[in-house]
Structure formats: C-alpha cells, structure tokens
C-alpha cells in the first residue's frame, strides 16, 4: 500500500492520517423481559500510527431502525462522548455512520480505549438474519457489529485488527450455544452463564445461535447433525442424521470444506416472528447449520420434503458470502443450484443429473416465453422476475455445461479452489475462468462468451440432452 513505509527497525510508518486496532474485546448479553434484546459492549485499544493528528473517527453502526438500536454509549478513555449520525439512514441500508470525536485531539504515537455499547433486537418484517425471542436468540449476519473506519484522506488505510479478538456471550444457565471462534471456557454468574471465544481472521464470520433447546441427537458421528428443538422431537432423527451426512460428504468431496475445524452440522429450531405462524417452511442457513421453523419440523425430520429443504440451505451454506446484492445472478444463484444437482447425483446415480437438466431446460423455455432474456453476465437480483426467472434455470447448466467439456473433477477442483480462497469475498466470472483455466490448462474463453454474453441456450447443449431424451421415448 502505497501509504505506508517499513523503518529499518521494522516499524510501520503511515504517510497519510492512519491508526490500528492493537487490542479487541466484544461481549453479547442476552436479557429477558416483556421485550428481549441483546447488549452488545464492544472494546478497543487503538494507536495511531499516522502523520495527523486526529479530530474524530468515523464508526459503522447496524442501521438504526432494523435493529432497534437503543441506548447507545460512546466513551472515549473512560469518557462518554457525544456521538454524530454522518450517514442519511433509510430502511434499505444495512448501516449507519457515527462520527466520534476526540477532545483533544488524537496525536501521533498516542493510544486511546474507545468503548461503544448498544442494545438491540430487529424490526418486525426485517430480513431473517437476527431474531431474539423469549428463550432463545440467534445473530447469523456480520452487520450486527461496529466497524470503524479508515481517516477521509484517499491514502489512509483501513484500521488493522488484531491477530486475536476475544467475546463473550451471557445467557440463561440452561442455554445451548453456538459461535465462531475458539472456545475458551465458560463461567456461571448466578443464573448466567458467560461463554468466552477467540476469533481469528481465518475463522468464519462472526455468528451467535442460543436457546434453550433439546439436544436430540442420537449419533456423535463427524458430520452427523445435531437437532435442537424447544421440545424433545417424537421421531428419532437418526435417518435425518445419515442423508444429512451423505450431502456433507459430498460437498465436502466436491468442494471442498468450508468449515474445517467447527463443529457439526446443526438444526435448530427458530422462534420470534419469522418463524410463528408462518405460513412458510423456513429453513435459513447459518455458518455451521440451518434454522427451521416449527412448520418445517412438522413434515417430519425424516421426510424427504424436510430433508430436501434442510439440504438446499446445506448448499447455500457452502456457497455463502460470495456476493453483494449486485453480484452476478448466475453465480449467486447458480452456483447453489449447480450444486443440488452434483448432491442429487452422488445420492441417486447419474440417470438423475439428465432428469434435473432436461427439468431447467423445460423451465428456461416457459420463462423465455414470458420475458425477455438479458446475458448472464449483467443479470442480476435487480432485474425484474421475468428475467431473473430466465437466468435462474440457465446458470445452472452454464457449470454443467463446463463439466460436460472439460470434466468434472477439474471443474470441480477449479470451483472449490476459488470459493476457498475468495471466502466472504465476492466472486466474479473472471475468478472462475481463472480458476477453471489453471486446473484444465485450456483456453475458456470461447465458452464463457458463447453463455455469459448471448442469450439462448447453444444448439450442442440442448441436443445432447433433449435429443436423448427424445430417442429414450
């Protein structure tokens, strides 16, 4: 980075206004009542490192309204300060901007503990990543906690973290709990009970899912789920265990892990507003696991309509964080969605793959009829339902397509590679082809132009399948 120079003695020094996070602490209580919520306390050691003085930092907030943030507490050693909203807030963002400031000023070489503190819970209709119910709370997307931000100067970096970040989570004794990071023990206080965890940057996205849940499982195999419910469930779950074991193979197989160090796979039941009553079966992905619904559970946790929907968030698990709201629609979407069709194949055979293309080849046909198709490449979540419905059955077939060239176990290689090594990054084409390329020693570019940039589905493809579908009748 241009900004920043190594001294001799092996020091960093800043040539634009910069500062760095030598310490971090979080800790997340749970706290029941008329309406729970979660307190979040939030602790930094900061140097700056820079060429300025510093008047404020700007810090990154969960958006105010979709988090209910209340009672926000800013101190600056040990100071309450009054903080700033810099950023317009509207129920679209997922952020707010506050501005902090030092008085005096922040000077070179000085350190300063900044404390922020917040009680949140989620509005009612908000996107099913937060939920805080009577017994039980699950947080599953990274938004929920500060990000501070880098000086206004175009060279100033970003704020390094600390190799290590510790938290704790405080929750009713007779809690269950999950969490990214390592654990580090645990301790009563009264009726409490405090977990600690240390996080590192390789670990996965921060993640809390608590409650006081039911362990039903009946196997401590590797890979084999557990069940937590809010009451003991009537079936035993152990054919539910093994197929969920088998798609976690295959993944594993295929893709690669995603998680190799975190437990295994958990279903735990959800409670609040996005689960009662719901008229849905919910099954919501999660780092390590999927949140159900009691409407899911109902099926039966060994019915193949409950497995079919605990195995599509298995997948959106292994595919997650590697896009934005403007990604590519064929890779968000599609990458999933090729995916069921490899699980579905190691699960049933090969004469199953011919039945699930030929099914997304009848659908891009209807869809076609009913919209107007726009190139893969520049399809997006964005686009109107005619022609996401469009993209939606042909990006699958783009990576079949690929297999059926070049080989499945390279592009296999090739896909798991760039989902490891891109992890909660976004994904472009451009990271695939290179990917793809390196593990085939061939040239892509013509197949990544003939189906990312025109529309139809080439003659070759549907031949393949279609006519051998039509010599079969």
């Keep these: 980075m241009i900004s920043l120079l190594v001294c001799s003695c092996g020091c960093v020094v800043s040539l634009a206004p910069a500062y760095r996070i030598d310490k971090e602490s979080d800790k997340i209580e749970f706290r029941s009542g008329p309406v729970p919520q979660l307190q979040l306390t939030a602790s930094y050691a900061l140097e700056n490192y820079g060429t300025s003085v510093l008047p404020f930092i700007d810090v990154t907030l969960p958006n105010e309204a979709r988090y209910r943030i209340k009672n926000l507490l800013i101190k600056v050693d040990g100071r309450t300060v009054r903080s700033v909203q810099v950023s317009s807030e509207s129920q679209e963002e997922w952020a707010s901007k506050f501005r902090v400031p030092f008085d ?21 209709g908000s996107e099913a990543r937060l939920e805080v119910a009577a017994a039980s709370f699950y947080v599953i997307s990274p938004g929920w906690l500060p990000l501070l931000q880098p000086p206004s100067h175009p060279l100033s970096p970003f704020p390094g973290s600390p190799v290590r970040t510790t938290y704790a989570i405080e ?14 023990g645990q301790k009563k206080n009264g009726g409490m009970m405090e977990y600690r965890f240390e996080w590192r940057k390789n670990d996965l996205a921060p993640y809390i899912v608590a409650g006081r849940y039911v362990d039903n499982s009946s196997s401590r195999q590797a890979r084999s789920a557990s069940f937590w419910t809010f009451e003991a469930l009537k079936d035993n779950p152990a054919t ?5 074991a088998s798609v976690s193979d295959i993944l594993l197989k295929n893709f690669g892990a995603r998680n190799k160090n975190g437990p295994a796979l958990h279903i735990v039941e959800s409670a609040g507003r996005h689960a009662a009553g719901s008229s849905e079966f919910q099954a919501i992905p999660f780092p390590v696991g999927v949140l159900v619904n009691s409407r899911a559970l109902a099926l039966g946790v060994n019915t193949p309509d409950f497995l079919k929907l605990v195995t599509k968030a298995q997948v959106r698990n292994r595919f997650a964080n590697i896009s934005s709201p403007n990604s590519a629609l064929g890779i968000s979407e599609g990458l999933p969605a090729y995916a069921d069709i490899v699980i579905n194949e190691g699960l049933n055979g090969q004469g199953v793959r011919r039945e699930l293309v030929l099914g997304f080849l009848h659908e891009y046909s209807e869809a076609c009829q009913k919209g107007v198709e726009k190139p893969l490449i520049s399809t ?3 686009d109107p339902i005619e022609q996401r419905r469009i993209a939606l059955a042909k990006a699958p077939l783009f990576f079949i397509a690929l297999e059926d060239i070049y080989g499945e176990e390279p592009v296999r290689r090739g896909l798991a590679q760039v989902v490891s090594l891109l992890r909660d990054q976004e994904i472009k084409y451009q990271d695939i082809r290179a990917a793809l390329e390196n593990e085939t020693n061939k040239d892509l570019a013509p197949m990544f132009r003939i189906w990312l940039y025109q529309t139809g589905i080439p003659a070759g493809f549907k031949e393949k399948y279609e006519g051998a579908q039509a010599g079969k009748d």
């Design 104 to 124: 005096p000023g922040w000077n070179p070489k000085q350190r300063r503990e900044l404390e922020i503190e917040y009680t949140f819970n989620a509005q009612e």
């Design 171 to 184: 929750v009713p004794g007779d809690f269950l709990v999950l969490a990214s990071g390592k654990p580090l």
């Design 240 to 244: 539910a265990e093994k197929e969920t």
């Design 380 to 382: 997006t979540m964005q």
